[in-house]
């Protein structure tokens, strides 16, 4: 239906435009990304299903007051399109439309007709959008946080795929750098312990029963063969290459089990060993773009002469773009900074040829996307090509009591030991009940509980009863005719309706401001308004015609909920 009424106004909009009211680069803004022209629901179900401020934005290129425009586009939208539709005028220029019951009944048989595609679209017109996110570093489990970015980046793809996005979905394994050392070392700090040859920790190390299972798989495949080496320094590869592989081999396993898959699977070695560092800091170079520097001591600490000379690094002039401080890549000793590392990933993800980029990182890392971007516009002259999703941590409670930590992981609680307690359709959607900039409190007894407060289930359960009538149509032998949708005049049916007819947009709307938790406040509108209609309408005992168009509403409910579970990847379950 919104596409109807944004065709009623480009159509307006055309005529005026042909009368010579308006110029013509109207029509090129109109209805593109960016545009200030907005058809919207109002907030006041009194002002009717939609409302556009066209006449508000234009009337300035019209030389127009914008009740006056608003009036002349009231008399130049088409009439064969306004069957069904009530249009008026209201407070400084905005134009109402009012869909009549006839014409909102209409989405019954379209839902049905399109059935597992209705909520898709082709908004996106099949531009190339590369999605990176969970990106954990692989020198453990994942935890809990980083399941709420793997649940929100793999939504966000969803959704654009279903606006017509081509989408592909990237890891970017960090196996490179001071993190990897570290897991080196621990695992030969455990595997010394684990032959009997015990010695102190590293003071850097990571605690936690994975690092034990890493140092006996080196065992069983080496032996003793590393028991001289040092627990300083750099550790050998072949020992973090096996610590790299197994906890890669948990974070897949645990991705799997949540039904989130990737396309791509980048290395950061790759990016040192094929020189991506040194083309970047050969191309900012070339462009004037970095210059050597001290950085600023902490606040209210003088340094020495001698720590003046380690602070000199090369810095990128990041302030030329919008960012508060020039930025290190290279330290005093020659070795790049993990920043160049990730211009120089950024740059190759550029290179591919992709339309629009989405990282989505944990918030802990927000001050880092300003530096990111403003790299990423110096390499490429694209301002706008990267988007950053930041998703705050998970609050974990069990019997009224905060949950901190784990054995396994020694520190945190794992993703896993949450997917065990919880599954995966209770994780995906419980990760989504609130924008990724807010922090979440989940509930690990109520994630698991059959109750209406549960979120996942009362969406879930509302599917569950649509399958409920169908069966007990079958049980009574009832005939399952088509039935007169004019019949459908209750107000909660029409609220119902109204409701399925949002979907799409809702959808849409989801995708392009990246903001996933949009369809899971729409379902859960949803299901409360069916579950209310369940409860308070005969939907079987009725005369053949009536409990025909029930049964369709039932059905065409039943679809959007099965729809919109499926872009959160939940399951739809028939029967609970």
């Known amino acids: ?30 209805p593109g990304a960016g ?31 914008p009740r006056d425009l608003a009036q002349r586009l009231l008399s130049a939208m088409p009439a064969d399109l306004l069957d069904g539709v009530r249009c008026e005028l209201a407070g400084p220029g905005f134009v109402n439309f009012h869909v009549s019951p006839e014409r909102l009944r209409n989405v019954i048989p379209v839902i049905l007709q399109r059935g597992a595609d ?36 793999d939504v966000i793809a969803r959704l654009l795929s279903a606006i017509g996005c081509a989408v592909e979905r990237e890891y970017y394994i960090n196996d490179a750098g001071a993190q990897i050392d570290v897991l080196g070392r621990s695992v030969l700090y455990r595997y010394r312990e684990a032959l ?61 089990s949540m039904a989130i898959h990737f396309d791509h699977w980048f290395s950061e070695r790759t990016l040192h060993a094929e020189g991506g560092i040194t083309r970047v800091m050969a191309h900012l170079q070339a462009n004037d773009l970095i210059h050597e520097g001290v950085l600023e001591p902490p606040k209210g600490r003088e340094i020495s002469p001698e720590e003046q000379d380690d602070r000199l690094q090369v810095l990128f002039r990041a302030t030329r773009f919008g960012d508060d401080a020039d930025r290190p890549l290279m330290k005093a000793d020659g070795t790049p900074t993990y920043f160049a590392a990730d211009i120089a990933y950024h740059f190759d993800k550029a290179r591919r040829g992709y339309t629009r980029l989405i990282d989505v990182w944990g918030a802990d890392h927000g001050g880092y996307v300003k530096r990111v971007q403003a790299a990423l516009e110096a390499m490429t002259g694209q301002k706008e090509l990267l988007d950053v999703v930041l998703t705050q941590m998970v609050n974990l409670t069990q019997g009224g009591k905060q949950v901190r930590m784990s054995k396994r992981a020694g520190t945190f609680v794992t993703l896993r030991e949450v997917l065990d307690e919880t599954g995966s359709d209770a994780v995906r959607f419980w990760f989504l009940t609130r924008s990724s900039g807010a922090g979440l409190d989940f ?20 599917h569950a009863r649509v399958h409920s009538v169908q069966n007990k149509l079958k049980e009574r032998g009832l005939s399952d005719e088509e039935g007169d949708l004019a019949r459908l005049t209750a107000q909660e049916e029409l609220d119902l309706i109204r409701l399925l007819g949002m979907f799409p947009e809702t959808v849409e709307s989801a995708a392009l401001s990246r903001e996933p938790h949009r369809l899971t406040y729409y379902l859960s509108d949803l299901a409360a308004m069916f579950h209310g209609y369940y409860n308070n309408y005969r939907i079987l005992d009725e005369d053949p015609g ?6 369709a509403l039932v059905r065409a409910t039943g679809r959007v909920i099965a729809n919109g579970l499926d872009l959160l990847g939940v399951s739809a379950p028939e029967s609970m």
């Open 1 to 30: 239906m919104r596409e109807i009424v944004f065709g009623l106004v480009g159509r307006g909009l055309e005529r005026l435009v042909g009368e010579g009211v308006l110029p013509g680069e109207v029509l090129a803004a109109f």
């Open 35 to 65: 545009t200030e022209i907005k058809v919207e629901r109002p907030r006041e179900r009194s002002h009717g299903d939609f409302s556009t401020n066209a006449a508000l934005v234009l009337a300035r290129l019209a030389g127009m007051k």
């Open 546 to 551: 009536l409990r025909g168009a029930r049964l």
């Open 118 to 153: 209705y909520g898709h679209s082709r908004a996106g017109n099949g531009q190339r959008v590369l999605v990176e996110f969970v990106s954990a570093n692989p020198t453990g489990p994942m935890h809990v946080g980083h399941g709420r970015g793997a649940v929100t980046g």
């Open 443 to 462: 509930d690990l007894d109520l994630a698991k509980s059959r109750s209406n407060d549960n979120p996942v289930f009362y969406v879930q359960y509302a």
């Open 196 to 256: 009997g040859c015990p010695t102190e920790p590293p003071a850097d190390h990571y605690p936690g029963e994975y690092v034990i299972d890493i140092a006996r798989a080196l065992i069983a495949r080496d032996d003793k063969k590393w028991l001289a080496t040092p627990l300083s320094g750099k550790p050998p590869v072949e020992v973090v290459d096996l610590a790299i592989e197994l906890v890669m081999g948990e974070i897949r396993s645990d991705l799997e």
